[in-house]
Each structure stands twice: as C-alpha cells, then as structure tokens.
Nanobody
Framework: VPVQASGGGLVQAGGSLRLSCALSGRTFSNYVIGWFRQAPAKEREYVGSIYWGGGSPNYADSVKGRFTISRHNTKKTVYLQMNSLKPEDTAVYYC????????????WGQGTLVTVSS
C-alpha cells in the first residue's frame, strides 16, 4: 500500500498541526498504518499506529494525550493530529504501512518536516 505524508510546517510551541497520510490502492482492511518521526542526529522513533480495519490507535508514551490518530475511509487518509506541540517534537514525520500481524513496515512514504519553535 503506497503511502505519502503531508502537512508539515513551522508552528510555535503549544500550537497544533495535522498531518495527513494518503493511501493508494483499493483495499486496506488488513493493513496497519504507522506514524514515525526522526529528529536530527536521532534514531527513528515510533509515534503511533492504527489498524485500518478498526479498533483504537496505539501511541508512544512520548505523545500519548497530545497526539491523535484517525482515519477517513472515503478519503483513504490517516491523520495525525498533534496538539500541545513541544520543541522536542521537531522532526521529519513519516507514515508507513504493514500487513496486520507482521513486524516490519514495508512501505514508507516521503517524510514531512515539522518544526516547533520555542
């Protein structure tokens, strides 16, 4: 399932931003869509994920309570709503897809840069 993230930009600390992950294709019901981020000189970090077929999203502890993942079936899009942003949220954000029940995300989109100023 090809995916592509968009919506990054510059925001002040405490602000909000919504990223979009557009999916291509027809059938996504058996896929998990994940959000990841990579800050300069740091390892890529898992942010959260959602199973397209239903159920609640999962989140990393670092974003729990501030970030919300949702999906829009007809638009074939997964959203990452980011609230109460902090400078440490600055990173390139990626979305990725994997088949449910597998370990590795095997489809990655180009990232979108989020910069949070203090």
């Amino acid at each position: 399932v090809p995916v592509q993230a968009s919506g990054g930009g510059l925001v002040q600390a405490g602000g909000s931003l919504r990223l979009s992950c557009a999916l291509s294709g027809r059938t996504f019901s058996n896929y998990v869509i994940g959000w990841f981020r990579q800050a300069p000189a740091k390892e890529r970090e898992y942010v959260g994920s959602i199973y397209w077929g239903g159920g609640s999203p999962n989140y990393a502890d670092s974003v729990k309570g501030r970030f919300t993942i949702s999906r829009h079936n007809t638009k074939k899009t997964v959203y990452l709503q980011m609230n109460s942003l902090k400078p440490e949220d600055t990173a390139v954000y990626y979305c990725a897809a994997k088949f449910r029940g597998t370990t590795d995300y095997n489809t990655w989109g180009q990232g979108t840069l989020v910069t949070v100023s203090s």
